[in-house]
């Protein structure tokens, strides 16, 4: 079936240093990859839909410089989280459509701590 | 903005017993998504409701749409153990965004 590889799994980082954290689709072409931050207890929560070929749509109060997001092929999405800081640490998912039969498939998720 | 409501935000059920979570719209939806997401995990499609009233079934677990195509809801009947997790809805709104409900835990006591 349709798979989102992400990567890395997990990592631990310093206050202001950056992450990218990589996903991308196997065996079928994602023109659009929708990424998402889940902390502790929470309901997944929309960030950023990032486009193949164009510039991310950001949601509300998410910050499109701390969050770059580059959809450079249709495969492959990134995002880096810039200057991290302690707050930032969450669970980070990237997302993306199947077909209309068969929903959206996830990565496994990326859980960021910063310290 | 557009949301999605979803109760309850916890359940806790002896093994055994029904488990219903419900979701709940204040505008109409083209459809309606179902996922399940495992402690540590991420979630997983269970199913998509397109159709007004439409009753979907996969073994214990019922999935309804609501006639106006505003709600809609999970059951499980009988559950167990393996049933626990955490279960979303999940909607599209304008220029495909897509997003989750606020999430029902369910805890299944042996």
Redesign the interface.
Known sequence: GAVVSQHPSWVICKSGTSVKIECRSLDFQATTMFWYRQFPKQSLMLMATSNEGSKATYEQGVEKDKFLINHASLTLSTLTVTSAHPEDSSFYICSARIDRQNGYTFGSGTRLTVV | ?QQVMQIPQYQHVQEGEDFTTYCNSSTTLSNI?W?KQRPG?????L??LVKSGEVKKQKRLTFQFGEAKKNSSLHITATQTTDVGTY?C?VHYN?????????T?LNVKP
């Open positions: 903005g998504q996922y995990g991420h979630p997983v499609f199913i998509q979303f999940a220029f495909n965004k897509f997003y989750f409900g606020s999430g835990k």
